[in-house]
């Protein structure tokens, strides 16, 4: 009530203003129905405003709350998703890594598989290679044996002859020993 009575004050208030410089009464009393009219439709009072803002007020709270709710229900969303992925990522790590393990597995049989086989090949190899070299170590020496007893018996006769002949030789000598021996004999 008091805005009303504030209101129709400024109202008398602008009339007096308008006739005092001289602008007709007519023309200032449709000055001030105009600005009665605008400040009933158009122009705001204090208290329109406080109303107004009490109402955008609410307005952002209640826009606040839904938004906070929002958020929430996002939050909520988001972290299903992420306990979700993260499940399905263990599972699958879980899944990978037994089939890692079975594939490590397969190849550890797998090579010790060709190990064996391999150690197998090679040990008959060595066994074979060991035969050949006994067996050519048997035949050189075989042969040398006969060459050393063939040498022997080489040897041997070289002595022989090298006995018979110094024996001729002793015999010569000691014969032309004698021989010049008596001829010396001979001479005295």
Known sequence: ???????????????????????????????????????????????????????????????????????????????????????????????LDERVSQKIESLDERLSQQIVSLDNRLSQKISALDERLTQQIAALDARLSQKIDATRELLQKDMELLRSSMTIRLGSIQVVSLGLFFAALRLT
């Open 1 to 95: 009530m008091q805005e009303r009575t504030a209101n129709v004050d400024f109202l008398y208030s602008l009339y007096d203003a308008l006739v005092s410089i001289s602008v007709p009464s007519d023309k200032a009393r449709a000055v001030v129905d105009a600005m009665e009219r605008d400040m009933g439709t158009t122009l705001a009072t204090k208290a329109d405003l406080d109303t107004k803002y009490l109402l955008q007020k609410r307005d952002v709270a209640a826009a606040s709350e839904s938004l906070r709710q929002e958020i929430a229900a996002l939050d909520e969303r988001v972290t299903q998703r992420i306990e979700s992925l993260d499940e399905r990522l263990s599972q699958q790590i879980v899944s």
